[in-house]
């Protein structure tokens, strides 16, 4: 009996010092894991050389307009256009009745006529008046008065030509003619309708549509920004892009001819506080018409060592900073405060807070906080992100 007691205690004891075994095994096993750290995906940074576009709002305006008035007064007689079509310079439009001008003209072609008549007979009595003074045989006042009838008449002669001409620049301008090339509007009046020179009302109107401008805004803060970074040499200056234009139309397409950026106005709206930039772009199919919505996309730069950043790497702070996590040298996790311009596609460009080298966590951002110790594989390259 006593044997039996025995035994069973030597037994319970065995049983006892398994389990208390099995609990320290169970108790080491997450100690150990979780030594070991927990799994991230990281993104290396690397920098590189960046191309600055900004895209800025603007509008379609006609490259040359010219309203078309009359510059004398009559009846129309004919219109000699088809109205919404394509014009030259120079082409006649609209013929007012030239009977009156033409009359003028003739007129004015005989006063010439007359006054030559007359020129070479006061000329010629000058001749011999001043060979009668030299024998005494006519007075000095009769010389004085032939020499001066002889220039009275060349004045009338310059006269005479000067009315010819603007006889004849009448005539000219009953043929009304375009300025410009380009397309023209409806007419306004008639055959048989009475103009006036120079009157309020154009006859037509007609616009050079290729080429074409495109006037954007930006605003002069953004302005003093690009300046600011183009003195400090963050931003490089490629003379061989910085006035190269890429449009977008309406309904988003690409516009497909690139434009080159012309000037920037000087001054500031008051009331908007943007400035003017003027692009100019080739139009052979009329795609673009004044007044009609664009966007641009401008070049503002090249940066050297830009870093790029995927966005999912990037969250904000209580304060609204943009914040990241990255992994230090002993594989923990390091908080960071950054600075970001702008956003490029599907990455921030940083400006602050990021150097090319480090590793960005991008995967297991939920289950790590800074300076636990995490496992580090590599997540999808940067560059893809940031296509």
Excluded at 82 to 110: D, M
Excluded at 139 to 157: R, V
Excluded at 207 to 215: A, E, F, K, N, R
Aim: net charge neutral; proline share 4%; aromatic share 4%.
């Amino acid at each position: 009996m006593q044997r039996s007691r025995i035994a069973l205690l030597v037994f319970s004891a065995l049983v006892g010092s398994v389990v208390l075994t099995g609990c320290d095994q169970a108790a080491e096993q997450p100690k150990a894991t979780a030594s070991q750290g927990t799994p991230v995906g990281v993104v290396t940074i690397k920098s590189q050389t960046l191309t600055l576009k900004q895209e800025l709002p603007g509008r379609v305006s006609a490259y040359q307009i010219a309203e078309i008035r009359p510059q004398v007064s009559g009846i129309v007689q004919s219109r000699l256009f088809t109205e919404g079509t394509q014009v030259e310079k120079g082409q006649a439009l609209y013929q007012i009745n030239p009977a009156i001008f033409e009359a003028e003209l003739a007129a004015s072609e005989a006063a010439v006529a007359r006054a030559e008549a007359s020129i070479a007979s006061s000329k010629s009595k000058a001749a011999r008046y001043k060979e009668l003074l030299a024998i005494k045989a006519v007075s000095q006042q009769d010389f004085d008065e032939a020499d001066a009838t002889a220039k009275q008449a060349k004045a009338e002669l310059l006269t005479a030509k000067a009315q010819l001409q603007a006889a004849q620049i009448n005539l000219d301008y009953s043929h009304v003619a375009s300025p410009i090339s380009g397309q023209i509007s409806k007419s306004s009046v008639t055959v048989g309708a009475l103009v006036s020179a120079n009157q309020a009302m154009a006859l037509a109107t007609v616009t050079q549509l290729d080429p074409i401008y495109v006037d954007l805004t930006q605003s002069s803060n953004e302005l003093t920004k690009l300046k600011k970074a183009l003195s400090s040499g963050l931003l490089s200056v490629d003379a061989d892009i910085q006035t190269e234009v890429e449009l977008y139309m309406e309904d988003g397409s690409v516009y497909p001819h690139k434009g080159t950026l012309q000037f920037s106005e000087v001054t500031v709206n008051p009331s908007t506080g943007s400035v003017t930039l003027r692009a100019k772009f080739s139009n052979p199919e009329k795609l673009l018409l004044p007044g009609m919505y664009a966007r641009a996309s401008i070049v503002e730069g090249v940066q050297e060592n830009a870093v790029l950043v995927p966005q999912r790497g990037v969250t904000r702070n209580t304060k609204g900073q943009p914040t990241a996590m990255v992994v230090s040298e002993n594989n923990t996790v390091e908080s960071r405060v950054l600075e970001v311009d702008r956003t490029i596609g599907s990455n921030w460009l940083v400006t602050k807070g990021l150097s090319a080298g480090d590793k960005l966590i991008v995967e297991g951002l939920q289950k790590i906080r800074p300076g636990a110790p995490v496992i580090v594989t590599e997540a999808t390259p940067l560059a893809t992100q940031a296509q």
